[in-house]
């Protein structure tokens, strides 16, 4: 599902100052979210997001992935037909109480953010030994 959201660049301004900033248009990136026995994994494409344009933000149990493309345009060169489009990506997820978000790390290869998120101890399986 690919669903269009829009912003202004900085919201807290007055609508004054920020009437002429271009808006950031954003679409939700396509994941794969992957269960393991200690963890999740959660898988993201970003296309032409590096690790500088990459936001991960957690509020409270709301974990959200911003990434940020820069544009390239060529000196001299104007577009003739064009496919790929200059929007970004976020997206927003709802945590489990599960996560140990103390314990949450990302990684960026290729355009792919993966963002592991461990279970906390009590929720991984276990063995009990029977006493005497």
Do not use: C
Request: glycine share 6%; charged share 35%; proline share 5%.
């Amino acid at each position: 599902m690919n669903t269009l959201t829009t912003q202004k660049k900085d919201s807290t301004l007055t609508k004054d100052r920020y009437q002429d900033q271009p808006e950031e248009r954003f679409v939700s990136p396509e994941v794969d979210i992957y269960e393991g026995k200690d963890e999740y994994l959660l898988q993201a494409e970003m296309p032409g997001v590096s690790k500088e344009g990459l936001e991960l933000t957690l509020e409270g149990n709301v974990l959200t992935l911003v990434g940020r493309r820069s544009t390239q345009h060529l000196k001299g060169m104007d577009f003739v037909y064009r496919e790929s489009q200059p929007w970004h990506f976020r997206r927003t997820f709802e945590l489990d109480p599960t996560i140990d978000v103390g314990k949450i790390d990302a990684r960026m290869e290729q355009g792919v953010l993966y963002v592991r998120l461990p279970k906390t101890e009590n929720v991984k399986p276990r063995k009990i030994t029977v006493g005497d």
